[in-house]
């Protein structure tokens, strides 16, 4: 894992993080096809992409590296995890809200895993991808989202898995988390107040 940042610069990372997943007070629930739907208030001003903050990555690849023990593997393949995360949320356009989505659904998916669940050396980036990518769909047509990833992008992005991999990583996941994909401003507040120190919030 990477050297610590320092403490002036984790601040302003969380600061960001903050900003980021403010929730606007001209934003406004609407219905559709019986569901909640968050509407920017002003859909024609553009949106700037700007990469996730490096505290949100960093917990990210936390995350997975908690998830459970891995098989060691003599010569490693899989690439660095953190330098892979930061890639592919770089390069799908990944916003905060879909990054803290797809953290919960790791969550979900940590809840589900048996027991004595071993991993193997690339098991972090497959659920990785496979989180990131039910997430960006999920959050599909909401103020949440800053695009909308599909199989075929992401297989271009992440360049270790072929499309058919990616099918499968989702088709896996989504029964890991039993199709549970549903994720509120209510769950996502919940989730940063229970992370706000690893976050600094």
Same mark, same amino acid.
């Given at each position: 894992?990477?050297a610590?940042?320092?403490?002036? *610069?984790?601040?302003h990372?969380?600061?960001?993080? $903050?900003?980021n997943?403010?929730?606007s007070?001209? !934003? =406004?629930?609407?219905?559709? &096809? $019986?569901?909640?739907?968050?509407?920017y208030?002003?859909p024609? *001003?553009?949106?700037?992409?700007r990469?996730?903050?490096?505290?949100?990555?960093?917990?990210?690849?936390?995350?997975?590296?908690?998830?459970?023990? !891995?098989?060691?593997?003599?010569?490693?393949?899989?690439p660095?995890?953190?330098?892979?995360?930061?890639?592919?949320?770089?390069?799908?356009?990944?916003?905060?809200?879909?990054?803290?989505?797809?953290?919960i659904?790791?969550?979900?998916c =940590?809840?589900?895993?048996? =027991? $004595?669940?071993?991993?193997? *050396?690339?098991?972090?980036?497959?659920?990785?991808?496979?989180s990131?990518?039910?997430?960006?769909k999920?959050?599909?047509?909401? &103020?949440?989202a800053?695009?909308?990833?599909?199989?075929?992008?992401?297989?271009?992005?992440?360049?270790?898995?072929?499309?058919?991999?990616?099918n499968? /990583?989702?088709?896996?996941?989504?029964? /890991?988390? =039993?199709?549970?994909?549903?994720?509120?401003?209510?769950e996502? *507040?919940?989730f940063?107040?229970?992370?706000?120190?690893d976050?600094? /919030?």
């Amino acid at each position: 894992m990477t050297a610590s940042l320092p403490l002036s *610069q984790k601040q302003h990372d969380a600061d960001k993080v $903050n900003a980021n997943l403010a929730l606007s007070s001209t !934003t =406004k629930l609407a219905q559709s &096809s $019986n569901r909640s739907v968050l509407l920017y208030h002003s859909p024609s *001003q553009p949106h700037v992409y700007r990469p996730l903050p490096s505290i949100l990555v960093d917990f990210f690849a936390l995350t997975l590296c908690d998830l459970l023990p !891995t098989r060691s593997a003599r010569p490693r393949t899989a690439p660095e995890l953190l330098y892979f995360i930061q890639k592919i949320t770089s390069q799908a356009r990944i916003s905060c809200h879909i990054a803290v989505a797809a953290l919960i659904y790791i969550d979900r998916c =940590k809840q589900n895993l048996p =027991k $004595n669940a071993i991993g193997d *050396q690339d098991t972090a980036h497959r659920i990785a991808v496979a989180s990131l990518l039910v997430a960006s769909k999920f959050l599909h047509g909401t &103020s949440w989202a800053t695009c909308w990833l599909t199989n075929a992008q992401m297989a271009k992005i992440c360049v270790i898995y072929t499309l058919d991999q990616i099918n499968q /990583l989702e088709r896996s996941f989504l029964n /890991l988390i =039993k199709h549970k994909c549903w994720v509120d401003a209510a769950e996502i *507040q919940a989730f940063l107040l229970k992370h706000r120190q690893d976050l600094l /919030l």
